[in-house]
């Protein structure tokens, strides 16, 4: 099987093996049987954060295929959601919004499944998981054995985890989430979302009107699904915003996204580097079929034909002209499979 036919780049070469796991118990056995065997492995689940190699994966490709939800929805006034790893992320949050289940709602729209958010600590319009997550249970391959891992074990910061950290050590097998209950959102934080809503920032909003101002959003970015929309055959935001000292800030263009954080450092916009290096939206590399997205600067897409080597090919362009142009590099946010950039 092509792993193109697993990833929302439609984009990888073949793999050796295929298994699929439809329960926990079948995620971990066909873990230890790779780990038994010395085979590589690699976990697919929603496949919307992958950038696979032309060339495929030499090993055992594991599909994380498992679903069930469990609900207490009165855990210290609030619900505990306790989700398995290959259930949809975007089927959760509409839940979420249906049941009254506060701190999700930012997040609606994005592909893939449970298991992948605590890695990337997944966030949008101003909420990330770490927010919500009260623990992960995974299977720890180092100590060959199921452990729960509370939040504070978990090492989250922007776009980072524990397990982001430790490649290859963790496999989550399911996510507990603590949520308030109530009809309205957790407070507003991202500007652009307030004003589509028509919020002060740090106000709050209908959980439902949230869902549907950030799905607007993203929709007019290339960054809700949509199998005829090549905007949207991309791994979602391809680079990661920097996070810069204070020094390194100072040296950035009068005009460049400043965003100070907690501890002094101040993040700017990969989106708007991009752009101001020369990037605009549609800028494809030679031959067109791999593309800046048309609708958003921070996409890499692909055009319907291209090969992985072609959506490599314009990731380097971009990254090396944001360098030339600023003296930052930016840090891609999808994990590379049998390729680099």
Same mark, same amino acid.
């Given at each position: 099987?092509?792993?193109?036919?697993?990833?929302?780049?439609?984009?990888?070469?073949?793999?050796?093996?295929?298994?699929?796991?439809?329960?926990?118990?079948?995620?971990?056995?066909?873990?230890?049987?790779?780990?038994?065997?010395?085979?590589?492995?690699?976990?697919?689940?929603?496949?919307?954060?992958?950038?696979?190699?032309?060339?495929?994966? %030499?090993?055992?490709?594991?599909?994380?295929?498992?679903?069930?939800?469990?609900?207490?929805?009165?855990?210290?006034?609030?619900?505990?959601?306790?989700?398995?790893?290959?259930?949809?992320?975007?089927?959760?949050?509409?839940?979420?919004?249906?049941?009254?289940?506060?701190?999700?709602?930012?997040?609606?729209?994005?592909?893939?499944?449970?298991?992948?958010?605590?890695?990337?600590?997944?966030?949008?319009?101003?909420?990330?998981?770490?927010?919500?997550?009260?623990?992960?249970?995974?299977?720890?391959?180092?100590?060959?054995?199921?452990?729960?891992?509370?939040?504070?074990?978990?090492?989250?910061?922007?776009?980072?985890?524990?397990?982001?950290?430790?490649?290859?050590?963790?496999?989550?097998?399911?996510?507990?989430?603590?949520?308030?209950?109530?009809?309205?959102?957790?407070?507003?934080?991202?500007?652009?979302?307030?004003?589509?809503?028509?919020?002060?920032?740090?106000?709050?909003?209908?959980?439902?009107?949230?869902?549907?101002?950030?799905?607007?959003?993203?929709?007019?970015?290339?960054?809700?699904?949509?199998?005829? %929309?090549?905007?949207?055959?991309?791994?979602?935001?391809?680079?990661?915003?920097?996070?810069?000292?204070?020094?390194?800030?100072?040296?950035?263009?009068?005009?460049?996204?400043?965003?100070?954080?907690?501890?002094?450092?101040?993040?700017?916009?990969?989106?708007?580097?991009?752009?101001?290096?020369?990037?605009?939206?549609?800028?494809?590399?030679?031959?067109?079929?791999?593309?800046?997205?048309?609708?958003?600067?921070?996409?890499?897409?692909?055009?319907?034909?291209?090969?992985?080597?072609?959506?490599?090919?314009?990731?380097?362009?971009?990254? %090396?002209?944001?360098?030339?142009?600023?003296?930052?590099?930016?840090?891609?946010?999808?994990?590379?499979?049998?390729?680099?950039?």
């Amino acid at each position: 099987m092509d792993l193109a036919q697993l990833t929302t780049l439609r984009l990888g070469g073949p793999a050796r093996d295929v298994v699929e796991a439809t329960t926990e118990q079948e995620l971990v056995d066909a873990v230890r049987a790779a780990d038994d065997a010395g085979v590589p492995l690699l976990l697919v689940a929603g496949g919307s954060n992958l950038v696979v190699g032309d060339a495929g994966f %030499d090993g055992t490709v594991v599909l994380v295929r498992t679903t069930g939800r469990q609900v207490d929805a009165d855990a210290c006034s609030g619900a505990m959601v306790t989700v398995q790893a290959g259930e949809s992320w975007d089927a959760l949050v509409a839940l979420a919004v249906e049941s009254g289940w506060v701190g999700l709602e930012a997040l609606s729209g994005i592909p893939g499944s449970v298991g992948a958010t605590p890695i990337q600590n997944v966030g949008a319009y101003g909420q990330e998981v770490a927010q919500t997550i009260a623990s992960v249970r995974v299977y720890d391959r180092t100590e060959r054995r199921v452990r729960t891992l509370f939040a504070v074990d978990c090492g989250f910061g922007y776009r980072h985890s524990r397990f982001k950290a430790e490649p290859g050590r963790f496999v989550v097998l399911a996510v507990a989430f603590q949520l308030r209950l109530g009809d309205l959102s957790a407070p507003v934080a991202y500007a652009e979302l307030a004003t589509r809503l028509g919020v002060d920032v740090g106000d709050r909003a209908p959980l439902a009107d949230v869902r549907g101002a950030v799905l607007a959003l993203r929709g007019a970015k290339g960054m809700v699904l949509d199998a005829d %929309d090549h905007d949207t055959w991309s791994a979602g935001s391809f680079f990661t915003n920097p996070v810069l000292d204070a020094d390194a800030a100072r040296r950035l263009p009068e005009e460049a996204p400043r965003f100070p954080q907690p501890d002094g450092t101040v993040k700017t916009s990969a989106a708007w580097l991009i752009q101001a290096a020369g990037f605009e939206r549609g800028h494809a590399a030679p031959g067109g079929r791999a593309a800046v997205s048309s609708k958003h600067t921070l996409a890499l897409t692909n055009r319907g034909d291209a090969t992985g080597e072609d959506l490599l090919a314009l990731a380097r362009e971009v990254r %090396d002209g944001v360098r030339d142009a600023f003296g930052i590099t930016l840090v891609p946010e999808p994990v590379l499979v049998g390729c680099t950039i």
